[in-house]
């Protein structure tokens, strides 16, 4: 049987779909409605020291990396298969082209929040 890399991409999917679902709502809600509007929690709460302290904590690190990574591997995944759905079928520059786009965010996250410094 041959080996296959699907697996990997699927579970990225899998695992960037749940957080997506259970997490995209409420950080809309948050920074674009509850903390600009002042309903629900006041404008401090996300103003700039704040947000910086918890990026640099090792937590928030791990939190924002995970939403930002899963996210786009999320994204490429469903743009792939999307475009099955749609009746283009892209080759494998068009797989490379979506899969690296996402591994490069991955790799530019990282390396943002590792420059953020720690705290």
């Known amino acids: 049987m041959k080996r296959s890399n699907a697996p990997i991409f699927w579970s990225l999917f899998g695992a960037g779909g749940v957080l997506s679902a259970l ?8 920074t674009g409605i509850a903390a600009p509007t002042g309903v629900g929690m006041p404008p401090a709460a996300i103003a700039y020291a704040r947000t910086l302290e918890f990026a640099q904590s090792l937590g928030g690190k791990a939190a924002l990396f995970a939403i930002i990574a899963l996210f786009l591997w999320h994204a490429a995944h469903r743009i792939y298969h999307c475009l099955h ?11 490379v082209t979506l899969y690296g786009a996402a591994f490069a965010g991955s790799a530019a996250a990282a390396w943002l929040l590792v420059g953020l410094g720690w705290r």
Request: glycine content about 16%; hydrophobic content about 45%; aromatic content about 10%.
């Open 23 to 30: 997490t995209g709502p409420v950080l809309v809600f948050i």
């Open 85 to 95: 759905d749609f009746g283009v079928h892209p080759g494998a520059a068009t797989k």
